[in-house]
């Protein structure tokens, strides 16, 4: 069984840039959610994508959109890249339709935003 | 809105004995899920444990072992027999009872070091 992957590892963006991080969610989970976590603090939720539909979402703008894929992979996009964004981000993938189900995540794509 | 607070931002222990992290939360819910995960330096974070709030039996898994207290809002995790590889930050987090939609509400972070 594959776990959760996230690619690239690391990345350095300027101020006013797009970026686009990449998930694939563990075998037979069509869950994922994203998480943002700064230097030094806990994850922050920024959204979760259930069957290829944005279902639920943090306090975070508009700037940062996703998609999800038939297969179940995903993407996080953020646009107009600003020095606050620098962060850790996090996917995690989860089993479909209950409650509670445990979030099992990705080693996670370093931001640092110049 | 639900909140978590891990008021120990660092912690250590040293091998083989028993260290305790605390957590308390903020809810109005009466059914949801309790979590503790682990982040080592490699960043990945990694289930340790998960309670349900309908059950009244604290969860274990093996030398983690859960203190839930549903009336007081509290969470913590007892680590025994602590091993060199426990080093890591330590979350609680938070989810609500809901169907299609789990995202989780995590605290600050609890740094653990155990020392040989």
């Known amino acids: 069984e594959t776990g959760v992957t996230q690619s690239p590892t690391h990345l350095i963006k300027t101020r006013g840039q797009q970026v686009t991080l990449r998930c694939s969610s563990q075998s037979g989970h069509n869950t994922v959610s994203w998480y943002q976590q700064a230097l030094g603090q806990g994850p922050q939720f920024i959204f979760q994508?259930?069957?290829?539909?944005?279902?639920g979402r943090g306090n975070f703008p508009p700037r940062f959109s996703g998609l999800q894929f038939p297969n179940y992979s995903s993407e996080l996009n953020v646009n107009a890249l600003e020095l606050d964004d620098s962060a850790l981000y996090l996917c995690a993938s989860s089993l479909p339709g209950l409650a509670g189900e445990t979030q099992y995540f990705g080693p996670g794509t370093r931001l640092l935003v110049l | 809105a639900q909140t978590v607070t891990q008021s120990q931002p660092e912690m250590s222990v040293q091998e083989a004995e028993t260290v305790t992290l605390s957590c308390t939360y903020d809810?109005?819910?009466?059914?949801?899920?309790l979590f503790w995960y682990k982040q080592p330096p490699s960043r990945q974070m990694i289930l340790v444990i998960r309670?349900?709030?309908?059950?009244?039996q604290n969860a274990t898994e093996n030398r983690f072992s859960v203190n839930f207290q549903k009336a007081a809002k509290s969470f913590s995790l007892k680590i025994s027999d602590s091993q060199l590889g426990d080093t890591a930050m330590y979350f609680c987090a938070f989810m609500k009872h809901l169907y299609n939609n789990n995202d989780m509400r995590f605290g600050a972070g609890t740094r653990l070091t155990v020392k040989p």
């Open positions: 809810t109005s819910e009466s059914n949801y899920y």
């Open positions: 309670q349900e709030a309908y059950k009244q």
């Open positions: 994508y259930y069957r290829e539909e944005e279902n």
